[in-house]
């Protein structure tokens, strides 16, 4: 398995800026998938973005304001998030794919509000 932490969460105005970190550690070599969840309150969760070594995927809601991105190593993924609006209001998952399955981070909580 592969255990995963967030960081860089908090609370940002509307039209603000956030960077979110989630580092890996474990089975790293077996991950062939990363991204992040998010889940706002009594909503489902939703996937945000992906990141494979084909390239990235972004949901409707998301594109052309947040960016994934890996770090020089592999065991280091962000989210870069720009242009935030009161919607994107959410706790923020990390996750990461293997062929053994899927891990989860704990969370990172997310407050777009003036």
């Known amino acids: 398995q592969v255990q995963l932490v967030e960081s860089g969460g908090g609370l940002v105005q509307p039209g603000g800026s956030l960077t979110l970190s989630c580092a890996a550690s474990?089975?790293?070599?077996?991950?062939?998938?990363t991204g992040w969840y998010r889940q706002a309150p009594g909503k489902q969760r939703e996937l945000v973005a992906t990141?494979?070594?084909?390239?990235?995927n972004y949901a409707d809601s998301v594109k052309g304001r947040f960016t994934i991105s890996r770090g020089n190593t592999k065991n280091m993924v962000y989210l870069h998030m720009n242009s935030l609006k009161p919607e994107d209001t959410a706790v923020y998952y990390c996750y990461a794919q293997g062929g053994y399955g899927r891990d989860w981070g704990q969370g990172t909580q997310v407050t777009v509000s003036s």
């Open positions: 990141i494979t070594s084909g390239g990235t």
């Open positions: 474990g089975r790293i070599s077996s991950i062939y998938a």
